[in-house]
């Protein structure tokens, strides 16, 4: 389980905690109307996040990590999938600290996207 438990830290500390303001998205104009919707629900979903580290509610993160990883691509945000991914997998092994990690670089790309709507 050891092994486990570094993988989940190395996928949040293979994220970068940062971005360049802006990160500009151009979005597929099938889905145009969409995507403002799902990033603000993202957004609000950070707030939930937060809360959820606060009281180390390691499954409510698990479960939220892993409807991330399986969201954020299907809507061109790759990025949200891979930090989804990486709360999951360090919830997963009780890695608090990679869930923060995760979870503060999540805030910060999500801040720093500029949708190119078509």
Partial sequence: MEADRSSGAAGADALPLE?????VVKVDGVIADLV???LQARRAEVLTLSAAVQTSDLAALQLAGHRLKG????????EITAFGGAIEDAASVG???GVVRAVRGLA????AVRLELP
Avoid: E, I, K, Q
């Fill in 108 to 111: 910060s790309y999500l801040d």
């Fill in 19 to 23: 971005f360049p303001d802006p990160v």
């Fill in 36 to 38: 403002p919707g799902y």
């Fill in 71 to 78: 969201s954020g691509a299907g809507y061109g945000f790759p």
């Fill in 95 to 97: 890695d608090m600290a």
